[in-house]
């Protein structure tokens, strides 16, 4: 391996995400080739935790971009301050200046209100731009997002194209509810996350809950590997396993009996049907059993 | 391996192996793959297909064959030199097949030639039984094949509520808008400026409409004859009253007959139908090759807010692959593909045919098209 690699990875793990050697991989070519990554996953894995994590590495300051249906140039490029324009223009009135020159005057920098991708071409040294759940955003803008992702620059109509000085690290997160176009996909590298393995998980619950009991951490995430087999609603990510964790710490419980697994499952499952359906499992199997079957690999 | 001269030659055949394999590929992504093998340990596999696999893969489901290829390649590079070289001489067409290879003109009078002159028989008022007699039933589930064309004006109707579907809705975008909407800061400032920055003058902006395109390819060969006329009156009824539908039939090849629908009258409709050029119908159905023809002629009709409706039963006499390939295709540019299956509306048909395995993994949505009911649950399907 790649000695960089590595200490990427190391460096990942010491900002406290543990992840294999793909992700690492990934997110140092994306660094070297300076190239956008794509990460793609079901919810809860720890896709958007890459570019929080990715910020740390190069210690530099995240700049994120929640999408939505509708997002906008306004809201995630630029807007002028209206409020601001109206008051110069007013205070200017009875000077000499025409129409045109005051025009070209309020539609300048000054004026401008800065929105995360403008904030991360015109940064002052390299950025981590997150562009979180591209998927929900409408194609309109994917197709306006490639001009930032492949020049690193955006064009302004009143003042003109802005080029990046320090080209954003940019990750963008997708968790597959449409599909992308083709024309943004190739301008990425790619990465997919998956559920981690029960070895990983353990780790990762070890990782971001010190507090626990080694024991009891191994059978979270065997639980959770057991209840991750069956058909749910909503499979519980990472983030459920870690909830859970945090909570029964806090319970003080040292081990999952039927009871506590019972009374905490809402921590995982966030479906009224996928808990009915796990409760009964537990009540059959007792939470012990669960817990070997997701020792056992599968 | 070493990175040098070589490495652009053996990227690039690791890039034409994806590529029969149908992961697209570009040149670009061949450039990368040399920067990227000076970046890691192009001596240590794990290190090259990780990197590789960021690099050539742009999806999920291609993960798969990624790595299938990348074990190909990487014993390729390492047993002989010289059989890559072998390998990336060996010039193996992408399988496109022009729809209209082996035109089997001759005995028939078209599909489409019947069609319109059967109904054009019906004007004299007399019912035309098609294929059994008319039973009549209220629930609308009655099967095309026994329709009569007093029953169009069913027909007529359901085309109306999937007109209602398809209009238009709005969409979060904002666009100039005079006097209603909301107020647009942006040029109202713009407007101030003349008034000494008293905003007088307002102006207004809305949501922009969004419009679903809606593109038809109707299966017109031998097997589908009973039902694909009264289709294609559903779609003429359609393209009537909403603008934005394209027309195509195909048996082995295809032509497009959007100008022809809209025709004045339906009667002048049917008239352009008959006399659409080229004999060579029937003889077999190339539904792949069809719909790459299709999608490679008319590119600019397929994006993201186009539905494909394909009409057909699925006997298709060419290759399955070709058909799956060019379904692929279609789907990574369409937003949605409907594939709509007279035969699905029997209840011990089962999409068995190899060209309906082929393409049942690329479809959005695999319904049945032989009543008036199934044409409803259609309109469904419609808004997105």
């Known amino acids: ?298 | 391996m070493t990175v040098g001269v070589d490495a652009v030659g053996l990227i690039a055949d690791f890039s034409r192996r994806l590529r029969e394999r149908s992961v697209s590929t570009t040149t670009g992504s061949t450039i990368d793959g040399v920067r990227a093998l000076a970046a890691v340990e192009a001596t240590d596999k794990s290190d090259v297909r990780l990197a590789f696999r960021s690099l050539f893969v742009h999806r999920r489901n291609d993960l798969v064959v990624f790595d299938e290829v990348f074990e190909e390649w990487w014993a390729a590079v390492h047993s002989s030199a010289a059989k890559v070289r072998h390998l990336a001489e060996q010039d193996r067409n992408p399988s496109v097949i022009a729809p209209s290879d082996e035109p089997q003109r001759a005995n028939v009078a078209t599909a489409l030639t019947r069609w319109a002159s059967s109904l054009g028989e019906t004007e004299d008022g007399e019912t035309v039984p098609l294929a059994a007699p008319s039973t009549r039933d209220a629930t609308g589930t009655k099967d095309f094949r026994l329709y009569t064309s007093e029953d169009l004006a069913a027909l007529e109707q359901v085309a109306a509520s999937i007109v209602r579907r398809l209009r238009i809705r709005r969409s979060r975008r904002w666009r100039h808008a005079r006097r209603r909407g909301r107020l647009d800061p942006r040029r109202i400032v713009r407007l101030a400026l003349a008034t000494g920055g008293d905003p007088i003058r307002l102006a207004h902006r809305e949501r922009a409409l969004r419009r679903t395109k809606l593109v038809v390819l109707c299966d017109v060969s031998g097997s589908m004859d009973l039902y694909s006329r009264f289709l294609l009156q559903v779609v003429y009824a359609l393209q009537r009253a909403f603008a934005r539908v394209e027309t195509f039939v195909f048996s082995t090849r295809v032509v497009r007959i959007t100008d022809s629908l809209s025709q004045g009258s339906y009667r002048k409709a049917l008239d352009a139908l008959a006399a659409v050029p080229d004999g060579g119908w029937s003889g077999g159905t190339k539904i792949g090759a069809s719909v790459d023809a299709v999608r490679m002629g008319w590119p600019r009709l397929f994006d993201r807010r186009t539905a494909v409706i394909i009409l057909s039963d699925g006997w298709d006499t060419g290759e399955p692959e070709v058909l799956g390939n060019a379904l692929a295709a279609l789907r990574r540019r369409a937003g949605r593909i409907i594939w709509l299956n007279p035969l699905l509306g029997s209840p011990t048909y089962q999409p068995l045919t190899r060209g309906m395995q082929a393409a049942l993994p690329h479809l959005d949505i695999f319904a049945p098209a032989h009543d008036i009911a199934s044409l409803e649950r259609l309109a469904m399907h419609l808004s997105f």
């Open chain 1, 1 to 298: 391996m790649r000695a960089e690699i590595a200490r990427i990875q190391q460096a990942m793990a010491e900002q406290g995400y543990i992840t294999d050697r793909a992700t690492a991989t990934a997110a140092y070519l994306a660094i070297t080739l300076h190239k956008p990554l794509l990460v793609e996953g079901p919810p809860g894995v720890g896709k958007t935790e890459i570019a929080k994590v990715l910020a740390g590495v190069l210690d530099t300051e995240l700049i994120r971009l929640q999408c939505y249906e509708g997002l906008d140039v306004a809201t995630s490029l630029y807007e002028w301050n209206y409020a601001k324009q109206l008051l110069h223009i007013k205070l200017g009135e009875g000077t000499s200046q025409s129409v045109g020159e005051r025009e070209a005057e309020i539609f300048s920098e000054p004026f401008l209100l800065e929105r995360p991708l403008l904030r991360a071409i015109r940064a002052s040294r390299q950025t981590v731009l997150l562009i979180d759940e591209i998927d929900r955003s409408d194609e309109e803008f994917e197709a306006f997002l490639l001009e930032v992702l492949s020049e690193h620059q955006v064009t302004i109509p009143e003042i003109g194209t802005v080029r990046a000085t320090y080209e954003p690290c940019v990750v963008l997160t997708s968790n597959r509810t449409r599909e992308l176009s083709e024309a943004l996909r190739r301008r990425c590298l790619y990465l997919w996350i998956d559920y981690p393995s029960l070895e990983k998980e353990l780790e990762i619950v070890r990782a971001k809950v010190p507090a626990i009991d080694t024991s009891l951490a191994g059978s979270i995430a065997a639980f959770v590997q057991a209840v991750r087999r069956q058909r749910l609603v909503k499979t519980p990510g990472v983030a459920e396993t870690l909830d859970w964790a945090h909570a029964l710490v806090a319970l003080g419980a040292e081990t999952i009996d039927d009871e506590t697994a019972t009374e905490t499952l809402g921590c995982v499952l966030k479906d009224e049907a996928d808990i009915r359906q796990v409760r009964a499992d537990v009540a059959s199997r007792g939470a012990a059993g669960l817990v070997a079957a997701g020792k056992t690999s599968g």
